[in-house]
């Protein structure tokens, strides 16, 4: 077990440093200067010579690209990556700033897919081919099929802008914009009015996840019970909620936690849309807007975090594995 871990670990160093050499590659391919871009604030204008020049000998931009990747790793080694070349602010308090609230929204979008996902294909499940079974594919198909800047505009205009319009109850109304006064505790427990700003954002981070989930429980469940373990269950006597609890659900878990896990990295930093319509400032805005500016230093620090929580998600629900089966053994070999 140990050696697996330590060679996990190891991959994910080889992914970090493998993704910030193509992102570093990437961003002298793409063309333009960051120092014309700072010199001249993002316009189109043509900036002071002079400015241009000190702002690359201080950024190290006037050296060969070798050496300024080997310079720019080096600082990445040492756990300095920088400042952003747009605001002068140090990376790693902008992602100090912006990965709490891509975390949280995270975190609730994952709960809302395991409750709903879980829960809907284990109903499809056990009532195979009925109405309950036939209502849950449909809906998982549709929900599935929306685009998520559809949804979540839809979402909006019905539970923000109609509900206050006609006056809907209270519990009824939802704020369509940011997180709300960001009232937390035990760091993603909304308290006060924040929970109201994050059901709308979270359901529709969630939405197609959700569908998906559901028919992977769905399948995963039905073929468990065909096992000869889950017969043999049933033969002993035992209830069909017996069966399904200790023989059914822990076997057919296991691609359902990776697919959770999985979801779980990715929408850290893969929540632009959703970040969009709801005008949240989160880890996939920043990294969109600092990447149409040429901020390298931003774009390859925050997608380096968003990397490192894809691949601890990973070696969570390996090492879940040996949990949830006990067939499962992660050895050394």
């Known amino acids: 077990m140990g050696t697996f871990v330590l060679r996990r670990l190891f991959q994910l160093v080889i992914v970090l440093w ?26 189109e204008r043509n900036p002071n010579p002079q400015v241009v020049r000190n702002l690359e000998v201080r950024y190290g931009l006037d050296k060969p690209k ?15 990556f920088g400042e952003s070349f747009r605001t002068r602010e140090p ?5 100090k700033r912006r990965a709490p609230t891509s975390f949280r929204l995270a975190f609730w979008a994952v709960i809302i897919e395991g409750t709903m996902g879980i829960g809907s294909g284990m109903l499809s499940a056990r009532r195979r081919n009925s109405l309950a079974d036939v209502v849950t594919t449909i809906a998982a198909v549709v929900a599935s099929a929306i685009p998520v800047f559809v949804l979540g505009f839809m979402i909006k205009q019905l539970t923000g802008v109609y509900a206050y319009q006609n006056d809907w109850p209270a519990w009824a109304r939802f704020p369509t914009i940011g997180l709300g006064d960001n009232d937390w505790i035990f760091w993603v427990i909304p308290t006060g009015n924040t929970w109201k700003y994050v ?16 028919r992977i429980t769905r399948t995963s469940m039905l ?3 065909r096992m000869d373990h889950v017969r043999t269950a049933r033969a002993k006597g035992l209830s069909e909620k017996q069966v399904t609890r200790k023989h059914v659900l822990r076997n057919a878990l296991i691609p359902v936690v990776t697919i ?7 929408m850290v930093g893969a929540a ?15 990294i969109v807007a600092s990447a149409k500016d040429l901020d390298m230093p931003v774009v390859i620090g925050l997608t380096m975090l968003v990397t490192l929580v894809y691949g601890t998600m990973s070696l969570l629900v390996d090492l879940s594995y040996a949990y949830l089966n006990p067939r499962v053994r992660l050895g050394d070999d």
């Open 18 to 43: 493998g993704g910030a050499t193509i992102l570093f590659i990437l961003f002298y391919m793409v063309g333009g200067n960051p120092a014309e871009r700072m010199a001249s604030g993002g316009g």
């Open 66 to 80: 070798p050496q300024q990747y080997v310079a720019h790793m080096s600082r990445i080694a040492r756990g300095d």
């Open 91 to 95: 990376v790693v308090d902008i992602a």
């Open 199 to 214: 059901v709308q954002p979270a359901f529709v981070l969630a939405a197609v996840s959700t569908a998906i989930l559901a």
């Open 223 to 225: 073929e468990t019970m």
């Open 260 to 266: 959770l896990g999985i979801d779980f990295g990715t």
């Open 272 to 286: 632009i849309l959703t970040e969009t319509v709801f005008n949240i400032q989160g880890l996939g805005s920043q």
